[in-house]
Structures are given as C-alpha cells and as structure tokens.
C-alpha cells in the first residue's frame, strides 16, 4: 500500500542544494549561458531550406499555374503580362511553401528574408515585378552573423563578423520534357475545353461543320497538339473531362 | 538687520563645512564672491551635506536610478535573458530607470471611484517621511545631520513606521487587491519585526551603545563575525522587510498584481513602487553600519571628509546587489510558510543572537 508521508528535512541536503542554487546564480551572473540574438543588429544563420520570402524567375516559369491550384490559402493569383505569372497576397501566405514544391521548373524559390514587414493591408498584396527580387535591406547596425551550435545537449552561440547571404541558391530541379498528347482520340467530346485554357495556344482542332441539308464538311472535330508550342504545362489535363489527355515524355 | 542674519547664517555654515582638500583652492575662491559663498557654504554645510547629498537625498536618488536597473539586468542575466537595453544602448540601458521615471511623471495618475481620495493622494507622498527621518541620523564619519546616542534604535524605529503607510496605502485603495497586499505586508511586518529588533539590539547589547560612532569604532573586527548568528536573522529580516523575492508575498506580483499599490498610476505609483527599495538602502546602511564596519576603510588625504561616506556607500551599494541576486534563485514563499519561519526559527536565532551579543558584553 502506498503511503504518503511528510517530508523529512534533512539539514546537510537543505543546506547543500542553497548553495548550489546560489552557485549556479552567481556563476549565470558572472558570465550567463544565454543564447539570445539581437536580431535587427544579428543575422541569424538560416538553413537553405528556410521557408521565407518567395522570389519569383520570370524566365524559368511556363505559367502552369500549379502554384496558384496548390495554395491552400489563396494567396497566389496569376496576372497577366505577355503570359500568366505569380502574384502574391502576403496577407494570405501561410508561408507553407508549397508553390515552391510544386514548382515544374524551379521559377519560384525560397529565400532566407524572414521579416517581411508592411505598412498596410494594400501594400502586402506583391504584383510579379515585385518579387522578382528579394527586398533591399537597409541596416546599417547589422553587421554579424550568428548560428546556434549544440554540442553534447548544450547550446552555444557561434558570431562571425560576415554578413550572411539572404539568398538561396536552389540547384534547378531535374526537369523531364513532358508534352500534352491525348491517348483516347476516340473519347474526345469535342468541348474544347483544353483549347480554351492553353496559355500557348498549341491546342488545335479541325473543326468539321454540319449544314442544314446533313452536309458534313471537313473532317471530324480532332484534336491537334503541337508540340512544338507546347510547354507541358498540363493545364489542358487538369482541364479535361474525359481525362483523355496526359503529359507524356518525350523520348529522345 | 538682513545682512546680520545672513552673516550669521554664512558664519553658522563655515564653522562646520565638509573639508574635501582636493577642492578646496575652488571652494576658498568661491567663498570670495557674494551670495554665491552663501550656497557654496550650506551646501557643504555636514547637516545639509549628509541629509541632502551623500549618504542622504541626491545618493538615494541615484541608488534609485542604478538598482532599478541593475536589478532588473541581473536577473535577466541568470535566467538567460537580456533586459533592459533600449534606452541608451551603449551602456547597456543603463538610464531605463530615468526614462521610467520620466514616464511615470507624464502620465496620468488615476484616482478611481472608489478610492479614499484625499488619502490615496496623500499617502504615496506621506510614506516619504518616514524614509527620509532615518537618514538625519545616519552618520558618515564625520558628515552627520544629527548626533545622538540614541541613533541606531531611533532608525530601527523609523524603519518600523513603513509599514503602516504601506498598510495605509492599501486601505485607501480600497479594492480587492490592495486589500489583500495590505492585509499580507501586516502579516509580513509582524513576522519579520521582532527578529529584527531583537538583532539589532544583541548588536547594541555587544557594542554597549546606540551610537553608530563607538559601534564602528568597537569594530576592529567586523560585526558580521562578532556574531554571525545577527548577520543571518539581520539579512533574512532584510529580505522579509523589503519584500524581496524569497518573501515577496505582499506584492506578489503574478497573484495579487502588486498588492497595496494595484490601484496607482502615473508618479503616485512611481513614489509608491520605489518604497521598497528606499528601504532596502536604509536597511543596508544600518547592516553596514552594525556588520561591515561602517565608514572605516583606508583613509586618503585629498579627499579628507568624503572618503569615510564613499566607504560607507560602496559598503551598502555592494550588500544591496549581492542580495539583489537573491530574486533570482528563490521561488516565492507562501503567507503561512513565512509566518512559521519569522516566528519559529528565526525567532530562536534572533534570541541566541542575543545572548551571543549579551556575553560579549559580559566579556569586554
């Protein structure tokens, strides 16, 4: 049976766990193990894989618009300049990241720029021009760099006078050639869907008409991919609804 | 009639002037000149001197200023924090302190519905007199407002009357709160009181007199080894009186939100907040004073009759930031825990400390 009793104190353990209390005081007074950062005055040294400011490559981006159906918050809305391009609302970023991931070519990254700060509701919405770079920083105060090192269970604070580089360098992702081809021509409604929403117009189809007297000209209505055009966004195949077309590999 | 009363005031200030050799050329030159002679003479008048500048007003402002501060640093230090920093970075927010002070003398002071008004204004300001009467009698070496016998036990006595304003304080709020923090620094005042007297008297038993001069002078060895058993009962009434952390219970700050004075703002609670420390200072005088030997300390020739009140003040202002770390290795005490202590085990060692001092007597 357990019972609870009332503490006995013992003097000489009383008395040794003051004095180490008061030791280890004196000793965090004297010289403290604290691993603060004064942030604005030291740059934290962030991983590469730091979910921050997104930084957007024009030339990279083939307007598939997967980061815009990815984002979870809405944040991402395309505009419209010689082709559709990412804008985004830091009102609504969660910061997930996941429009970074499902990047086809890498057009979008991360960077380590983590106090992205506004002055209001309008300004947090950033067009495309806007985050082609990552924000100047103007910080005269700011000179170290700074990173946490832990070694056996203690933390230590690391300072090197250098300035750490804000942006990442991403290696491009293996990106396969993919093309749009339809792999049941037979099925095909003829809706045009994927005509529609081809940002490079290489859908094409032979339309056939049918005259009041039953007289067909032209041949069926057939869907015609070119490949030159095509840039395997995959938008006509997320648009399909007979879901007859796919991205293939192009085979060299 | 006028320039009789003036000369006898100039004569009354220059036959007891603070004599400092190391400024003396630029004192006897400013002497010359009329009506600047007479400031110059009373300020180094020793009464004024000791009461409005060193031990007494103008050192205690700066006391203020710097264990704000450094109280606050220090803590943030052991529990791996900054503090803090803003305010005058270059040396560390050393001013934060001013800039709250500043602060506190802008804003609004607050007096709600339900306070006892004339009395919840009175009060913080009331509290003053019985911090500053003590420092009329704390003697410096020769820098002393009044010589009296008597001294010791009439500052033990001052000391004694904080409470009741604090106590005061809190009954003008007149809210939950405030009336808790009181009902507790009553509690806490008894609990710490007796000891305390009784401490202080074995010291004046060991010593043969109140007079602050023959206990420095008896204290070829310091006080704190004539009897230690004092020194301890003396330190833990410190702590309990000026209720610092390990008693910290009538303005425990995360129950009862600063207790007697939960219902101040602006400088009322500015003058309010700072009455614990003022008397941690003049408690750390008065343990200085009976323990630590005093003003006595190497002499040095140009600085002549300020040398025994830098002693004197580096003595207290090193005590008071030792027992300034205390905050940050104690938890909080309950009400009844410190109760027990004050009237158990403190209590038994206040009454050796007593004997202790009383065969000492016996002995010299």
Known sequence: ?252 | MFAEYIAYLFDLFTKNMVSIPLIQPIVDYLLQIPLINLIVALILWRPFFAVVIAPGLGVLILYLLYIVWFERKLTARVQWRVGPLEVARPIRGAIQALADGLRYFFQEAIVHNEAHRPYFIQLPILAFIPVLLPILFIPAGNVVGIKSPFAIQLIVSFIALIPVTVVAIGWASNSRFAYIGSVREAFMYFAYEVPFIIAVMSMIFLYGSGDPFIAVEKQTIPGAFLNPVAFIVFIIAMLMATSRLPFDIPEADQEIAFGPFVEYSGILFGLAMTLAYEKLYLMALLFTLLFLGGWSGPEFYLLGDLMPVIWLLLKTIVVISIIALVRSIYARYRLDQALRIGWTSILALSLVALVIGVIGAWLA
């Open chain 1, 1 to 252: 049976m357990m019972r609870i009793e009332k503490v006995r104190p013992n003097l000489i353990k009383t008395i040794k766990d003051h004095i180490d209390a008061i030791s280890v005081a004196a000793k965090q007074a004297v010289k403290p193990d604290r691993i603060t950062i004064e942030y604005p005055r030291e740059r934290r040294k962030y991983p590469d894989n730091f979910r921050g400011f997104i930084v957007f490559d024009k030339d990279k981006c083939i307007s598939c618009f997967r980061c815009a159906h990815i984002c979870p918050a809405n944040a991402i809305v395309m505009e419209d300049y010689d082709n559709r391009y990412p804008s985004i609302d830091y009102a609504k970023c969660i910061f997930c990241h996941f429009c970074i991931d499902s990047c086809p070519t890498g057009a979008i990254k991360t960077s380590k720029v983590h106090d992205v700060a506004f002055k209001s509701l309008d300004e947090m919405c950033l067009h495309t021009t806007q985050i082609t770079k990552i924000p100047e920083i103007v910080r005269k105060e700011e000179k170290y760099t700074v990173e946490y090192s832990v070694e056996r269970g203690v933390w230590k604070l690391v300072k090197k006078r250098k300035l750490d580089n804000l942006e990442v360098e991403v290696p491009p992702p293996e990106v396969k050639v993919r093309k749009a081809a339809c792999i049941d021509p037979e099925s095909c409604l003829g809706c045009r869907l994927c005509k529609r929403v081809c940002p490079q117009d290489a859908i094409r189809l032979e339309e056939c008409e049918v005259s009041p007297d039953l007289e067909i000209t032209g041949t069926m209505c057939v869907l015609k991919i070119d490949v030159e055009k095509c840039t395997g966004c995959g938008l006509c195949v997320r648009q399909c609804p007979m879901q007859i077309l796919v991205l293939e590999e192009v085979k060299e």
